[in-house]
């Protein structure tokens, strides 16, 4: 059974940056890639950033680049999501997400995502 575990969201102002981690347990962690997507309020859940199982490609939103950064550590089976600059915009339910292929080519909607976590809260305030 494959078990994803987020922490680290909170309410912060804007220009604050946050970390975001999400741990995986049940599997062997570098043959899954790994997202992060968002849900606002009435929206639809938004593809953020992926990487691969290995950690050496990544992908993002393109609006997000440069601000989030994603990575993992393997030997901890924990992909981090780093936000900078944080704008009222971001404000969401974010989750992660692992699919059961190291490859994220192609990979940015939820349905090519088999596991989440149970999302964690990011308020930011103007």
């Known amino acids: 059974q494959v078990q994803l575990v987020e922490s680290g969201g909170g309410l912060v102002q804007a220009g604050a940056s946050l970390r975001l981690s999400c741990t995986i347990s049940?599997?062997?962690?570098?043959?899954?890639?790994m997202a992060w997507f968002r849900q606002a309020p009435a929206q639809e859940r938004e593809f953020v950033g992926a990487i691969t199982g290995s950690g050496d490609n990544t992908a993002y939103t393109e609006y997000m680049k440069g601000r989030f950064t994603i990575s993992r550590d393997n030997g901890k089976n924990t992909v981090y999501l780093q936000m900078n600059s944080l704008k009222p915009e971001d404000t969401a339910v974010y989750y992660c997400?692992?699919?059961?292929?190291?490859?994220?080519?192609?990979?940015?909607?939820?349905?090519?995502?088999?596991?989440w976590g149970q999302g964690t809260q990011v308020t930011v305030s103007s």
């Open positions: 997400a692992a699919r059961g292929s190291p490859l994220i080519v192609g990979a940015t909607v939820p349905r090519m995502y088999g596991y």
């Open positions: 049940g599997r062997t962690f570098g043959n899954y890639a």
